[in-house]
């Protein structure tokens, strides 16, 4: 009886211990919202239709080698660190990183999508002539207790468990001037926490994006691309320098934000800004240093709900989306974003000042 008892007990012990290690090997197990449920996009960011100034470079590349080695770091990056794997390289700059391919953008288009619907997305949003790619709103259900109950039952109640959390994630594909393709990746999370004291309802805030998050999806994303898991995982955990504040100003009586860094930096720095955030990105052109956006200024007759304010509507914004242009200009090691109106002039105006904050307070 008593080695009975003891054999039950190890059995137990081996159960617990193996349900913990799975826990650890898959801490991601992404699932978008049904069909039909889909998350709308607030109506402070309104997508319309894009134009097609950005071209997707044509062209044929070869899969190089895999093999391991430190990569030169390209001009204008000196301040970020880089590791190479065949033709994919990691860079890191603070708590950013994104991957350099050497590969055309129109080869690498196909296998991204494939990447995201492999890991449990759908697609709200695959623009090919502006690189950019956006999955809907999903839930990590690898948050989620594994308890009795649940593991017992399994699918039959899985319906019922909810994280109360969702993520969605924007990748931005932009070519190189030697061919070679930038690929982002930036998250964006809501939380679901209750709307009165009485707990009678509840509501989606936005949460801070997770650094984490992103490393990890670019990370997988290099498997995916040919680099070995051991590989992908030594090489983005790569230290590197941290990145410099931003602080909002006001010049010429326009609102700007200040950067201590050179145009590359700031260029990507902004870009992921953007991203972050949730602005719809028109077009961007690398050499004007212009990034160009959509927004919906709050209704003023309304409590501002912020730039994720009524998620979950699908009702139309009361106010038609403006053009705007966010410039990034430079001189040596000091950079000015600011905000100009669709026609190109400088933009003083209270929507100017609501964008070069969430920008700066993005980039603190």
Same mark, same amino acid.
Request: glycine share 8%; charged share 25%.
């Given at each position: 009886?008593?080695?009975?008892?003891? @054999?039950?007990?190890?059995?137990?012990?081996?159960?617990?211990?193996?349900?913990?290690?799975?826990?650890?090997?898959?801490?991601?197990?992404?699932?978008?919202?049904?069909?039909?449920?889909?998350?709308?996009?607030? *109506?402070?960011?309104?997508?319309?239709?894009?134009?097609?100034?950005? #071209?997707?470079?044509?062209?044929?590349?070869?899969?190089?080698?895999? &093999?391991?080695?430190?990569? #030169?770091?390209?001009?204008?990056?000196?301040?970020?660190?880089?590791? &190479?794997?065949?033709?994919?390289?990691?860079?890191?700059?603070?708590?950013?990183? $994104?991957?350099?391919?050497?590969? *055309?953008?129109?080869?690498? $288009?196909?296998?991204? @999508?494939?990447? $995201?619907?492999? %890991?449990?997305?759908?697609?709200?949003?695959?623009?090919?002539?502006?690189?950019?790619?956006?999955?809907?709103?999903?839930?990590?259900?690898?948050?989620? *207790?594994?308890?009795?109950?649940?593991?017992?039952?399994?699918?039959?109640?899985?319906?019922?468990?909810?994280?109360?959390?969702?993520?969605?994630?924007?990748? @931005?594909?932009?070519?190189? #001037?030697?061919?070679?393709?930038?690929?982002?990746?930036?998250?964006?999370?809501?939380?679901?926490?209750?709307?009165?004291?009485?707990?009678?309802?509840?509501? $989606?805030?936005?949460?801070?994006?997770?650094?984490?998050?992103?490393?990890?999806?670019?990370?997988?994303?290099?498997?995916?691309?040919?680099?070995?898991?051991?590989?992908?995982?030594?090489?983005?955990?790569?230290?590197?320098?941290?990145? &410099?504040?931003?602080?909002?100003?006001?010049?010429? %009586?326009?609102?700007?934000?200040?950067?201590?860094?050179?145009?590359?930096?700031?260029?990507?720095?902004?870009?992921?800004?953007?991203?972050?955030?949730?602005?719809?990105?028109?077009?961007?052109?690398?050499?004007?240093?212009?990034?160009?956006?959509?927004?919906?200024?709050?209704?003023?007759?309304?409590?501002?709900?912020?730039?994720?304010?009524?998620?979950?509507?699908?009702s139309s914004a009361a106010t038609p989306p403006l053009k705007y242009r966010i410039v990034v200009r430079s001189q040596g090691e000091s950079t000015t974003v600011s905000v100009l109106n669709e026609a190109g002039a400088p933009d003083t105006s209270a929507n100017a000042e609501r964008i070069v904050r969430v920008i700066t307070d993005d980039l603190k």
């Open positions: 009886m008593k080695a009975a008892t003891t @054999r039950l007990s190890l059995l137990a012990l081996a159960m617990a211990l193996s349900a913990c290690a799975a826990l650890e090997g898959d801490k991601i197990d992404y699932k978008s919202a049904a069909k039909g449920s889909t998350l709308e996009v607030p *109506p402070d960011l309104t997508q319309l239709s894009r134009e097609s100034r950005y #071209a997707v470079p044509g062209g044929t590349v070869s899969a190089a080698a895999l &093999q391991a080695g430190q990569a #030169a770091q390209p001009s204008g990056t000196a301040n970020a660190a880089a590791l &190479q794997l065949g033709d994919v390289r990691i860079e890191r700059d603070g708590n950013q990183r $994104w991957l350099v391919v050497n590969r *055309p953008a129109d080869k690498l $288009w196909e296998p991204v @999508r494939d990447f $995201w619907q492999e %890991n449990g997305f759908n697609l709200a949003q695959a623009e090919s002539n502006v690189g950019i790619m956006e999955t809907d709103w999903a839930e990590n259900r690898a948050k989620l *207790p594994q308890d009795f109950i649940r593991s017992t039952l399994g699918k039959m109640l899985d319906s019922l468990y909810s994280t109360g959390e969702r993520d969605k994630f924007r990748t @931005r594909l932009e070519r190189n #001037a030697n061919g070679s393709t930038e690929v982002y990746i930036t998250h964006r999370g809501m939380i679901e926490v209750y709307g009165t004291t009485t707990k009678d309802n509840t509501v $989606w805030q936005p949460r801070p994006s997770d650094p984490e998050l992103e490393t990890e999806f670019l990370r997988r994303l290099m498997v995916k691309l040919g680099v070995s898991q051991e590989q992908s995982r030594a090489i983005a955990a790569t230290p590197a320098p941290r990145t &410099q504040a931003a602080r909002m100003a006001t010049v010429n %009586n326009q609102p700007v934000v200040q950067l201590d860094e050179g145009f590359d930096r700031a260029w990507r720095r902004v870009g992921l800004a953007l991203d972050r955030t949730g602005f719809t990105v028109e077009d961007r052109n690398r050499n004007e240093g212009t990034y160009f956006v959509r927004y919906v200024a709050p209704n003023a007759d309304k409590k501002d709900p912020g730039f994720f304010g009524k998620l979950f509507s699908s």
